[in-house]
């Protein structure tokens, strides 16, 4: 089955300074890689996502790359701000085999104003 | 547009109780999924139904998770007995048909005493 790596697993970055998540998967037939962000206490929120026939993708601060290749997606904050702070879930999921995702382990991010 | 409600939203029992968790999906999903996210970690998949059929339960403890969504829409999940280890919170989701983008509701926090 799949099997999702997600680094690091706290970040602490100063408000306005960038933040990357790293995630790494092993299914090479993973082909959609969303990123959900979940606060505390609350629900996780789908952010961005990014499918297998795109390398990049933006949406105003965020920012998802994909290398296929090497079986790694990242996702990337700029000017990050308070409201920021979280906790980020990257997933893979195989849509020929059902949209089952498969969650790494999780990074919490805090921004320090 | 109403989300996916989830109830109870929380709960605590003793060990070796019975507990059901209740969800309902948006409006028109005909995917359901079932996740239980254990703190600190990532949703971890139990079970999906496309309508009113399991597509993937092959992380369901089966000898103590039961899952069912009878007309295709609401789903319950049932705990018989629950053990200590099922402390976590668990979160149902939804997509339509095909689709992979899921929402996901506000989960119930389980509590095994």
């Known amino acids: 089955g799949e099997n999702v790596e997600q680094h690091p697993s706290t970040l602490s970055v100063q408000e306005g300074d960038s933040a990357v998540i790293k995630c790494t998967y092993s299914?090479?037939?993973?082909?959609?890689f969303p990123w959900y962000k979940q606060e505390l206490g609350k629900r996780p929120q789908l952010i961005i996502d990014?499918?297998?026939?795109?390398g990049e993708k933006k949406d105003q601060r965020i920012a998802v790359t994909l290398n296929k290749t090497a079986k790694h997606f990242s996702l990337h904050i700029t000017e990050t701000q308070p409201e920021d702070s979280a906790v980020y879930f990257c997933?893979?999921?195989?849509?020929?085999?059902?949209?089952?995702?498969?969650f790494g382990g999780g990074t919490r991010l805090m921004v320090k104003p | 547009e109403a989300g996916v409600a989830q109830s109870p939203r929380y709960k605590i029992i003793e060990k070796r109780q019975s507990v059901a968790f209740w969800c309902n999906p948006i409006s028109g999903h005909a995917t359901l999924y079932w996740y239980q996210q254990i703190l600190g970690q990532g949703p971890k998949l139990l079970i999906q139904?496309?309508?009113?059929?399991?597509?993937?339960d092959s992380q369901l403890p089966k000898d103590r998770f039961s899952a069912e969504r009878l007309k295709g829409v609401d789903s319950t999940l049932k705990i018989q007995p629950a053990k200590l280890e099922d402390s976590a919170v668990y979160l149902c989701a939804s997509s339509l048909a095909g689709v992979n983008t899921q929402y996901f509701g506000p989960g119930t926090r389980l509590t095994v005493l």
């Open positions: 139904f496309q309508n009113n059929g399991v597509v993937d």
């Open positions: 299914d090479s037939a993973s082909n959609y």
């Open positions: 997933a893979a999921s195989d849509n020929n085999a059902g949209n089952m995702l498969t």
């Open positions: 990014i499918r297998s026939n795109v």
